[in-house]
Nanobody
């Protein structure tokens, strides 16, 4: 299974950005999917996740109400729509997948597969 994250870039404060995570070698609907981010000098942190069926989603408090995770099973792709971006959202964003759980883990250790990361920079 390979994950390819894309969509990062430079955006002004308050602007939107949509990240994509294309899954190959597997079916995205067979995996719990998560988005994590890591800012310079900080630990990787959970941002958003969706369960295998897509019936459950979870968000970090810092992005709740601004970010939305969704999946398109036909395209085998998971998205992270980010609105009202803030400078503190600046980080490398990673998508991750795991088929072993029926739940929605928020720990990075629970995810088996990882994409390469895409940089999001929010200018003030």
């Amino acid at each position: 299974v390979q994950l390819q994250a894309s969509g990062g870039g430079l955006v002004h404060t308050g602007g939107p950005l949509r990240l994509s995570c294309a899954v190959s070698g597997g079916t995205s609907s067979s995996y719990a999917m998560g988005w994590f981010r890591q800012a310079p000098g900080k630990m990787r942190e959970f941002v958003a996740g969706t369960s295998r069926t897509g019936g459950a989603t979870r968000y970090a408090d810092s992005v709740k109400g601004r970010f939305t995770i969704s999946r398109d099973s036909a395209k085998n792709t998971v998205y992270l729509q980010m609105n009202t971006l803030k400078p503190e959202d600046t980080a490398v964003y990673y998508c991750a997948a795991d088929f072993r759980t029926s739940g929605l883990p928020i720990s990075s250790y629970a995810y088996l597969y990882w994409g390469q990361g895409t940089l999001v920079t929010v200018s003030s």
